[in-house]
């Protein structure tokens, strides 16, 4: 028996060697995203530990991470068997930051003023509950069945949807949410705020500060070929830039969101290796380009902080939404904005009503436009920071509809044939979860 019981431990203590040794390399990763997600889950949005970790953080290898929350000092560390400890700090009206081993967090003080007015009328411009509007021309069983299929049955984790709703004609025709969530649940949208990024610019050219087409953007880029990347280039992925994409491992994506201070930096000196409009590719660092260059249209971050929201979330009611910083104080325009599922469909709408709030023009009708056009080489499935139907992603989907969407299949859809716009949250995206039987089974109902 005692020799079973020394080989079950050696087995143990093999197994462990084993993680660790595989892992090694990935532990500054694990350690920072597993501190980083449930900082945000717990200091943005109150969920518990338990639900952030068996739901958020239950995929290989984050739940390899031990997660300590310090209530108190509104602080997560995470290790990995007592290695890699990584900390992430929640500062208010910032989110959670990554805190660089030996930098002192204390020094973040500027937060972005905000203006939270409630006004009196209904969603999707005010706080009022709006009235019972049925609409002829639906099929509201139809509708129904189609958001109820989206969300998982008897504790399933397939399509592991935790909230849908659908607007038409700025009426909220359905509205779904798993257990757990709700309509003030805020849940982060990660790529769906690049979108965002891409509404700032627009607000900038609009008021004449900035022009699309402008290029020598950094002056580390002055003496070579990037001096001639337009901010257009960038808008729309086609820069030429070296980058690497993937989330499944070391490279320049992870190393940007999980390592480093100042996000902006990492893409700022990457080289160029392609031509610039016709080398579409897929980069989050780019968007944190744009983020950084947008900082450097204001005198101060004071300024820069509350630009984003005075302009443009505040401004369209989205009040629940918190863009978080990276350490130096940049946006992390590519990733995190958290919001509302009700507070992420009037960024939709916005766009649905070509820019038009309430009566008042934030981005132009041409901007609009350019936001929604494909980008050359994309084949017809990204125009600038936002993903288009144009090339028939969706077979069974209007060619118009175009959307911002996120890691893990966050997407708010915007369908202008349609009048309508769809939100759906979860942690699963295609093909695990086909946006083409979703949103067509939706609209469907829509005659």
Not at 336 to 360: M, P, V
Request: charged residues 25%.
């Amino acid at each position: 028996m005692k020799k079973v019981l020394k080989l079950s431990g050696l087995l143990i203590i093999l197994s462990v060697v084993v993680i660790i040794y595989v892992n090694y390399p990935k532990l500054d990763f694990i350690t920072g995203f597993a501190s980083k997600s449930v900082c945000s889950c717990t200091f943005l949005d109150g969920r518990t530990l338990e639900s952030i970790e068996s739901q958020d953080n239950d995929f290989s290898p984050i739940n390899l991470a031990t997660n300590t929350v310090d209530l108190k000092n509104k602080s997560v560390t995470s290790t990995v068997f007592g290695l890699k400890a990584r900390t992430a700090v929640y500062k208010e009206g910032l989110g959670c930051i990554l805190i660089p081993e030996g930098s002192d967090h204390t020094t973040l003080t500027v937060k972005p003023n905000r203006t939270k007015t409630s006004k009196n009328l209904i969603f999707p411009y005010g706080d009022l509950q709006q009235k019972d509007t049925v609409f002829s021309n639906i099929d509201y069983t139809v509708l129904n069945k189609a958001v109820e299929n989206a969300f998982d049955v008897n504790n399933e984790k397939l399509k592991r949807s935790r909230a849908v709703l659908v607007v038409y004609k700025d009426q909220i025709i359905a509205e779904k949410y798993a257990d757990g969530f709700n309509k003030d649940t805020k849940i982060l949208g990660w790529s769906m705020t690049k979108s965002i990024t891409s509404a700032i610019v627009g607000i900038l050219e609009k008021q004449g500060r900035v022009n699309k087409n402008q290029s020598h953007l950094f002056t580390e880029w002055e003496n070579d070929k990037r001096a001639h990347i337009t901010l257009n280039n960038l808008l729309q992925m086609n820069s030429g830039l070296e980058w690497e994409e993937d989330y499944n491992n070391i490279s320049d994506v992870t190393k940007m969101l999980f390592l480093k201070e100042d996000m902006p930096k990492i893409p700022r000196e990457k080289p160029i290796v392609g031509t610039p409009n016709k080398s579409w590719s897929y980069s989050s660092g780019t968007t944190n380009l744009i983020s950084g260059f947008i900082r450097n249209q204001f005198k101060t971050e004071q300024d820069y902080l509350d630009f984003w929201y005075t302009e443009l979330i505040d401004k369209i009611g989205m009040h629940s939404m918190t863009i978080e910083t990276d350490f130096k104080g940049h946006f992390v325009g590519s990733s995190y904005g958290w919001a509302t599922a009700r507070d992420w469909s009037k960024f939709g709408l916005l766009y649905l009503h070509n820019g038009q709030w309430n009566g008042e023009q934030i981005l132009t009708k041409d901007w609009i436009d350019y936001s929604k056009s494909p980008t050359p080489t994309s084949d017809g499935i990204y125009g600038a920071q936002f993903w288009l139907n144009a090339g028939k992603r969706y077979p069974d989907v209007p060619k118009d509809l175009f959307s911002c969407n996120g890691y893990q299949g966050q997407q708010v859809s915007i369908i202008p044939s349609k009048d309508v716009v769809i939100v759906r949250f979860g942690l699963v995206e295609d093909p695990l979860f086909s946006y083409n039987d979703f949103l067509s089974k939706i609209l469907a109902a829509i005659n």
